[in-house]
T-cell receptor
Framework: KQEVTQIPAALSVPEGENLVLNCSFT??????LQWFRQDPGKGLTSLLL?????REQTSGRLNASLDKSSGRSTLYIAASQPGDSATYLC??????????FGKGTMLLVSP | EAQVTQNPRYLITVTGKKLTVTCSQN?????MSWYRQDPGLGLRQIYY???????DKGDVPEGYKVSRKEKRNFPLILESPSPNQTSLYFC?????????????FGPGTRLTVL
């Protein structure tokens, strides 16, 4: 059974720091890896989707990488801001039917 | 505005009283899915639908039913709710390649079963 692990579970940083969130998965048969953001009391918002043929994707201050051989993905956030405070989830897709989610990293960026 | 809506957003009910949580999307997506989110367990898929009249079980389908009679709607039915179904529920949709495409999530329904 596919497992997705996110480390760390929680992270607290001062504003302006660059940071890396980690995601590892056990199933090497991957279609894509998606990163989401979840704010308290709200649904998930898609941030980045990396296809299995890609190594990375960028959107603004966010950069996500994918290494299929090691079963890892990282989400890099540059110059963090208090508005980045949220829970970040990664999700692995090995087919059209199912996404398997990690448990998330709760990020707090202090002013 | 492209969106996934869920109703109700909050619901407190009692054991055994049938309930339906509605999900609707206005993006003409083929794929829709239901998840529950529990502390320490993360998001787990309950049911999914690849298109109208095509539904299948996810990882935790016990105690739930779904139907997909129209493309835009994918209701989640709890025929006899129990306290272990107390959870935060999310509906999601995407197109055209199901779980391999960008997912759009609803705002969530917080269900408490007493």
């Amino acid at each position: 059974k596919q497992e997705v692990t996110q480390i760390p579970a929680a992270l607290s940083v001062p504003e302006g720091e660059n940071l890396v969130l980690n995601c590892s998965f056990t199933d090497s048969a991957i279609y894509n890896l998606q990163w989401f953001r979840q704010d308290p009391g709200k649904g998930l918002t898609s941030l980045l989707l990396i296809q299995s043929s890609q190594r990375e994707q960028t959107s603004g201050r966010l950069n996500a990488s994918l290494d299929k051989s090691s079963g890892r993905s990282t989400l890099y956030i540059a110059a963090s801001q208090p508005g980045d405070s949220a829970t970040y989830l990664c999700a692995h897709s090995s087919g059209y039917s199912t996404l398997t989610f990690g448990k998330g990293t709760m990020l707090l960026v202090s002013p | 505005e492209a969106q996934v809506t869920q109703n109700p957003r909050y619901l407190i009910t009692v054991t055994g009283k049938k309930l339906t949580v509605t999900c609707s999307q206005n993006m003409n997506h083929e794929y829709m899915s239901w998840y529950r989110q529990d502390p320490g367990l993360g998001l787990r898929q309950i049911y999914y639908s690849m298109n109208v009249e095509v539904t299948d079980k996810g990882d935790v389908p016990e105690g739930y039913k779904v139907s997909r009679k129209e493309k835009r709607n994918f209701p989640l039915i709890l025929e006899s709710p129990s306290p272990n179904q107390t959870s935060l529920y999310f509906c999601a949709s995407s197109s055209p390649r199901g779980a391999t495409d960008t997912q759009y999530f609803g705002p969530g329904t917080r269900l408490t079963v007493l």
